[in-house]
């Protein structure tokens, strides 16, 4: 046996196959029931969001001393005609039904109202209700705007009553992230089962990477359970979502890189423990250095300052770790117990040929040789051409109005309240200053364009002073997620910072949109070179090149930016979404470059492979044929699973899903598949340097290892 190989032996040898077997099934066995605990550790607050540096980070903290930290649901009732004697009965019967409620964290007898609007014959009140965030706020807010909502009722006979304001908004998010998981997990389950059906032609094969990614995904989301409850790790909806379509596309992907080697392997080895090894051997170097290429990507963005963007980081990492374990481990030992028949009814028998070496990729390699150059420079401008429509991408955040995929009660009602109220009404600015500078503060504010000035005052339950400091709050004549309101807070910023000595900071949930704006823009400008460079120091050390990598490299930010362009195009004309979040041209570069450089990576470290025997242009023919089909299955089904997003009610989760989808689709059959094989093709063995390969086309041949012949046993 050759000892090179040894390695891979003790995953897939003949006793080893079962201790391997045997040691996940223990694993499953004690983490399973931990993976469904998830949910519990998630945190979803805002300031496991925001980046703890930030002023409404701060305010938030401070805030706390004053009062438990809460938000109010906004109760509105409008009718058109202008209310009448029976409605204003029932609003103040229900305010006052409403000062009872204790339940869900509702602080019922600080409910405040009715507020009627200012016109002769009154058409709308409202009714402010808060309800505490602790610890728990986020798990009860839902079930605290149902017990709200049991008390008014839904309205009818022309009169509207709805539940808006931070409140009800949060409810609907929260109903929008519930069942994330089981959502996910069936939809890139369906996603999976399909795309390997269509791929291997085979109904009992699919069963082995379906369980590995399934035992993956149990085994990461309960370590993260762990590290979430006892070493302060952070997790949110986002991140736990997100985890969910990594492991089963990255886990996938390295499957069927894996089997598509095996499968070569078995028609050239009799004995199918010889061919997993040197199926693990060959192939298994390339896995690996993608799976590093996606970890440490996702690491990069520990280094970010929003804390939802640096908690996704480890979360993300943890899982493409562990699911590239998994198909290095488990998974060859599963398809070496199995045997050959699980690839019924296409079974690779021994000695059979290889049906790639004649097939669609082996003949549109031989057709790029003939004019490489114009081949990559025609798809080059092309994907330039779709780039530009990065004058049509709006990532400056999405509105409350504007997140849901459909039109929940709160945001009908947010509409419905700006018609008659101050927009900014119920999501106030909230102002933290000393006492002695505190007249000065609020007459700052109240002087401020965009600020109510009769809005100023102290809020229903908090105490009027703690430790020298008073805490207020102010109203904005704009909607609270507008643009138009982060400035009004730039100005009252302004204003309050320059009292002297008041030390006084401005906080209130349009600020914290303003700060994550910020935080995120320095997070762009940040992570997106450090993810580049660390993908260009893997494929250097993978490659032993300069040239090769920084090719790859460049055709990655390529595709991106193409990718984004035509997201951006269907964004606008196509799904009329108004825009885009902050964070998003971050996510889908860091999605793109980690996962798409893996196809790259599939295909030159088997055009290096081959270019050792039959010299670099060759090579590059024979690299291709020999991964185009496996790498394109492999990109539908990781297209596939983050479409899978798409599922969710939520914008900013389609459009991550909809151009990450697109992108890996772009960067599997036009850029690894056209403009990367081009361009080897052109530069030839020069794409090699500084390695001796570039200067000589081809190497001399090792000897060919005889085929094992033992038995199958």
């Given amino acids: 046996m050759n000892g090179n190989r040894g390695i891979a032996h003790l995953v897939c040898g003949r006793r080893a196959k079962w201790m391997v077997l045997g040691l996940w099934v223990v694993v499953l066995f004690l983490t399973a029931p931990f993976a469904s605990k998830l949910s519990d550790a998630q945190d979803n607050d805002a300031a496991s969001w925001l980046p703890g540096s930030a002023e409404s980070t701060q305010v938030l903290e401070i805030s706390k001393d004053f009062r438990p930290e809460q938000i109010p649901a906004v109760v509105v009732y409008a009718r058109e005609s202008g209310l009448t004697a029976e409605d204003r009965a029932q609003i103040t019967e229900d305010a006052g039904r409403l000062k009872q409620l204790t339940d869900h964290g509702i602080r019922g007898a600080e409910t405040r109202g009715p507020v009627y609007d200012r016109t002769v014959d009154p058409r709308a009140a409202q009714l402010y209700v808060p309800i505490t965030m602790d610890e728990k706020g986020w798990e009860r807010i839902a079930p605290a705007v149902d017990s709200i909502r049991d008390v008014v009722g839904k309205g009818g006979a022309g009169l509207a009553v709805h539940i808006t304001g931070p409140g009800g908004t949060s409810a609907d998010f929260s109903e929008a992230f519930e069942g994330i998981d089981s959502t996910l997990l069936l939809s890139a389950m369906a996603v999976v089962i399909v795309m390997l059906l269509i791929t291997y032609r085979s109904p009992t094969l699919l ?16 370590l993260i359970y762990f590290l979430a409850e006892h070493a302060g790790l952070t997790v949110n909806g986002q991140s736990a979502g997100i985890l969910t379509v990594l492991v089963f596309g990255a886990g996938t992907d390295y499957a069927l890189l894996l089997v598509a080697r095996y499968r070569e392997e078995l028609r ?63 998974f060859p030992a599963l398809l070496v117990i199995c045997g050959r028949w699980i690839f019924w009814p296409v079974i690779p028998h021994y000695g059979t040929a290889d049906p790639t070496e004649q097939g669609l990729w082996a003949r549109m390699g031989r057709s790029f040789a003939r004019r490489p150059r114009m081949v990559w420079a025609v798809t080059a401008l092309v994907l330039a051409i779709c780039s530009l429509g990065l004058i049509q991408l709006r990532a400056e955040g999405i509105s409350n109005a504007d997140a849901f995929t459909d039109k929940p009660d709160s945001i009908t009602g947010q509409e419905i309240s700006e018609q008659y109220f101050p927009a ?9 200053s000393r006492q002695a500078q505190a007249r000065q503060v609020g007459q700052a504010v109240a002087a401020t364009d965009g600020v109510v000035p009769t809005s100023l005052g102290l809020p229903a339950g908090t105490k009027p002073l703690y430790d020298g400091k008073v805490l207020f709050e102010a109203t904005m004549s704009d909607p609270s997620d507008s643009e138009a309101a982060k400035h009004t807070v730039e100005r009252v910023r302004d204003a309050v910072h320059a009292v002297p000595d008041a030390d006084a900071q401005v906080g209130g949930g349009t600020a914290a949109l303003l700060d994550a704006d910020t935080a995120t823009t320095h997070d762009n400008i940040l992570i997106i070179p450090l993810v580049l460079g660390v993908v260009l120091l893997i494929l250097c050390g993978l490659l032993r090149a300069l040239i090769a990598p920084l090719l790859l490299v460049g055709t990655v930010i390529l595709s991106f930016a193409a990718a984004l362009g035509l997201s951006a195009l269907a964004f606008r004309h ?49 690299g291709l044929a020999a991964t185009g089909s496996v790498i394109t299955s492999a990109g539908l089904v ?22 990450v989808a697109l992108g890996v689709l772009l960067d599997t059959f036009v850029v690894r598949s056209v403009l990367v094989t081009s361009l080897f093709l052109d530069i030839g063995p020069k794409i090699w340097w500084p390695h001796r390969r570039a200067r000589e086309d081809v190497a001399e041949a090792p000897p060919k290892e005889p085929a094992v012949t033992r038995s199958d046993g």
């Fill in 268 to 330: 050239r080895h009799q004995d199918r423990h010889e061919a997993m090894a040197l199926a693990l051997h060959r192939a298994g170097p390339a896995v690996l250095a993608s799976g590093a290429t996606v970890v440490l990507s996702m690491l990069v963005l520990t280094a970010a300052e929003m804390n939802s963007t640096a908690g996704l980081g480890p979360v993300a990492a943890i899982g493409v770790a562990v699911a590239l374990l998994v198909m290095m481990t488990l």
């Fill in 574 to 622: 196509i799904f009329d979404y108004a825009g885009e979040s902050t964070d998003f041209p971050l996510f889908v570069f860091v999605f793109l470059v980690a996962l798409g450089i893996d196809y790259n990576i599939f295909l030159t470290t088997r055009i290096r492979e081959e270019a050792a025997h039959q010299g670099t242009r060759p090579g590059v023919v024979t």
């Fill in 424 to 432: 900014g009404s119920g999501d106030p600015l909230v102002i933290v």
């Fill in 207 to 222: 069963v082995v990477p379906l369980l590995g990614v399934v035992v993956a995904l149990f085994t990461a989301q309960a």
């Fill in 638 to 659: 990781l297209a596939g699973t983050f479409a899978a997003l798409g599922t969710l009610p939520m914008v900013a989760f389609a459009e991550i899903g909809f151009a």
